[in-house]
């Protein structure tokens, strides 16, 4: 399956393309040819709702199916693959947020007639492909028995799309174009305006007032977060489970600690489902981390205790690991249950469960649940210090842990307040997150001793004839994970001591 990150700016034109030789050094070469799409979609176009399209296509040198896929500001990631009867598997993979297993469907076919101009460079690679296109669509989407079936449209738009050159080519071409009467499309797609009356409407969002309002936009910013990562876990992306793993934290945070705005008994079966994603992400993202600091100590060790030709069983255990753990992902991500989470997120958005001072719009609320919040993050270090005295190591890992997840609960609070409660917010916010990210890489450091426990065993197997070796590797990375952690927690007090009082 190939794939490229499409950059692109549609226009409708009425007259002729301007001289375009000008944007093009090394020339300019036009070739006109025929495509036919067939566009797949669930009977209620979900896809189309979330700007996701699906379409097998003959015609033209890209025949095949072609999936495009939201990715990031301004862009969406076109993957292609070869020509068969029913969309690939992948691709109802990649869009199944959008689907949630609903099936694919063809919705509409699209016959375009197209002039295609690629815009060379000096040295000969493509910089911008300009297609002048003249578009018949038929919508084939199912329709009530008062509908006219196989509506036909017809009209005129031009594409300009970057290609091997940079966005400064695209954007001198789009100033040419616009300075010949090119204007921007009514619709961003052809499928849009094939389909865009029968588009379903924006889910519905409760606004809320005061406090509220702040609360539930935060919840719908990270669901279209949690959304828009989807695909990008599904590929595996690099920090994308960590990303999408966070969002999941921030939305759980939000539903949790904030009891002023939100009943908690409506809401917790969303936070369990998200504490269970969460937890199904967290086995690839553990592996990540481990694998870059396993990758750190073994480099740092000699080579007679470590050997160039063994290290690279350390890392191959960690990544037969990983597989698995992907697995799992990908399962999940599949499941009806996963589904059911964000279909409850949708709800949630549509209908909060407000308490009776939320849904009046008061503007105290955040203020003293963050307050809440300093308290319990305030419990749980003397109960750390006490673990410390205790002396008890896994106690006090236990311990310093509860203190990071507090932390970080009150930094996702004071962040998402900042608007309404200012810079005490905005330094509280940051105060806690120096505190997290130390504890945090003491976590990192607990999770490699644990693994090392699990792993000792199968790289001594690995290497029967180097028992001898593998053990002193196994104590020498375990000492440097023992000894950066106690650094650490001294750092972590530190960090303590320099905001403990920023909110009482």
């Known amino acids: 399956m190939n794939d490229h990150v499409e950059v692109e700016t549609t226009f409708a034109m009425d007259g002729d393309l301007p001289d375009l030789s000008g944007t093009a050094p090394g020339g300019v070469r036009s070739e006109a040819f025929r495509l036919e799409a067939t566009y797949y979609d ?3 176009l979900r896809l189309a709702a979330r700007g996701i399209t699906c379409r097998r296509r003959t015609g033209g040198s890209d025949a095949g199916w072609h999936l495009k ?37 063809p919705v509409a076919r699209i016959d375009t007639e197209r002039t295609e101009h690629r815009l060379d460079g000096e040295d000969g690679a493509t910089l911008v492909v300009v ?16 509908d006219t079936v196989g509506a036909e449209d017809s009209w005129r738009e031009v594409e ?57 936009a935060h919840l719908a910013q990270y669901t279209d977060r949690l959304l828009a990562f989807d695909p990008l876990v599904r590929r595996f992306e690099p920090d994308a489970v960590h990303q999408m793993r966070v969002t999941s934290r ?44 396993w990758t750190a100590h073994l480099e740092r060790l000699p080579d007679h205790l470590v050997g160039r030709d063994r290290s690279g069983a350390w890392l191959t255990y960690l990544d037969e690991r990983m597989e698995r753990a992907r697995s799992e992902v990908d399962a999940f991500l599949n499941s009806p249950r996963y589904f059911a989470l964000l279909d409850a997120l949708d709800t949630l958005l549509a209908a909060p469960p407000l308490r009776k001072k939320a849904a009046r719009g008061d503007t105290d609320l ?30 006090r890992a236990a311990a310093w842990h509860e203190v990071r997840k507090s932390a970080k609960r009150v930094r996702y609070a004071a962040r998402m307040a900042q608007t309404g409660l200012g810079k005490p917010a905005k330094r509280l916010s940051k105060w806690t997150r120096d505190l997290q990210d130390v504890l945090g890489r003491y976590q990192d450091g607990r999770v490699g001793l644990a693994y090392l426990d699990t792993a000792g065993d ?27 952690g106690e650094g650490l927690l001294d750092e972590a007090e530190r960090v303590w001591g320099s905001g403990s009082r920023l909110w009482t």
């Open 366 to 395: 955040l203020a003293k649940d963050i307050t809440r919040a300093c308290a319990r993050l305030r419990d749980h270090h003397d109960e750390a210090l006490a673990a410390d005295a205790a002396g008890d190591p896994e106690q």
């Open 458 to 484: 199968d790289l001594i197997r690995a290497h029967p004839d180097d028992r001898e070796s593998v053990l002193l590797t196994l104590g020498a990375v375990a000492g440097l994970e023992a000894v950066g």
């Open 131 to 146: 297609a002048d296109d003249h578009v018949t669509s038929h919508d084939l989407a199912p329709r009530t028995a008062d």
């Open 250 to 293: 921030r939305l759980r945070s939000a539903l949790t600690g904030f009891r002023s705005v939100l009943r908690r008994s409506q809401t917790r079966p969303v936070t369990d489902e998200l504490r269970h994603l969460a937890a199904v992400l967290g086995e690839v993202r553990d592996l990540e981390v481990l694998r870059e600091r």
């Open 69 to 105: 896929v939201p990715w990031g500001e301004g862009t969406r990631r076109e993957l292609h693959a070869p020509l068969s009867c029913e969309p690939p598997a992948s691709f109802v993979g990649l869009s199944a947020a959008a689907t949630r297993g609903a099936p694919l469907l």
């Open 42 to 44: 669930t009977a209620g």
């Open 160 to 216: 300009a799309e970057l290609a091997d050159g940079d966005r400064s080519d695209l954007d001198r071409v789009t100033a040419v174009l616009t300075r010949s009467g090119a204007r921007p499309a009514e619709y961003p797609s052809k499928l849009r305006r094939a389909l865009g009356h029968r588009l379903p409407p924006p889910l519905p969002r409760h606004p809320g007032s005061g406090d509220a309002a702040t609360v539930l």
